[in-house]
């Protein structure tokens, strides 16, 4: 006799993720940026968010469901000689990610591109995601510079996103 064993559980909300991935890129794949975030509320217990812990835990092959929903307001300019500036913290990068592939991929066919500049900010250095990637879109034209900024990092004084853009270097590179 088989026993069936059932839980309680309560609805979760929709979680939205951004594609950090260009088609011209990856073809048929999307790639998504997800923070795991794992917490404790005293004592030797951890416990883990819902959606990203089922997310990180997913194999390569594993079947899941999901729904796309595109956003129209956010796109890649048409002109691609438009300049663009490119503000982010953390998994925030995700969907820039994508546009900065586009733009990879837009110049690969060598069409006139403007100035690009990424403003990104996460805790530390240490958790700086995609550095490589950052620096090969730099080194290749994607992206003119990137400026990054911690409000963790030891031994540095806070720095966010907004106060590196009152820098008198972001300032003169952006006038």
Request: with cysteine; proline share 5%.
């Amino acid at each position: 006799i088989a026993v069936r064993q059932s839980i309680a559980m309560k609805m979760n909300h929709p979680r939205s993720y951004s594609i950090a991935s260009c088609k011209s890129n990856v073809g048929p794949s999307i790639d998504l940026v997800v923070g795991r975030f794992l917490f404790s509320r005293g004592g030797s217990n951890v416990e883990v968010g819902v959606c990203s812990q089922f997310l990180t835990s997913v194999n390569e092959g594993d079947e899941i469901t999901f729904k796309i929903e595109s956003n129209p307001s956010f796109h890649y300019p048409l002109d691609p000689s438009a300049p663009l500036i490119f503000i982010c913290t953390g998994t925030g990068f995700a969907p820039i990610r994508g546009l900065l592939q586009k733009r990879s991929y837009i110049r690969s066919r060598g069409d006139k591109m403007g100035k690009a500049y990424l403003i990104f900010g996460s805790r530390s250095k240490e958790e700086g995601l995609f550095d490589d990637e950052i620096e090969t879109f730099i080194t290749e034209g994607t992206l003119t510079t990137a400026f990054r900024c911690y409000s963790r990092e030891p031994g540095e004084k806070k720095q966010y996103t907004s106060d590196i853009m009152k820098t008198e270097k972001v300032e003169q590179v952006l006038a």
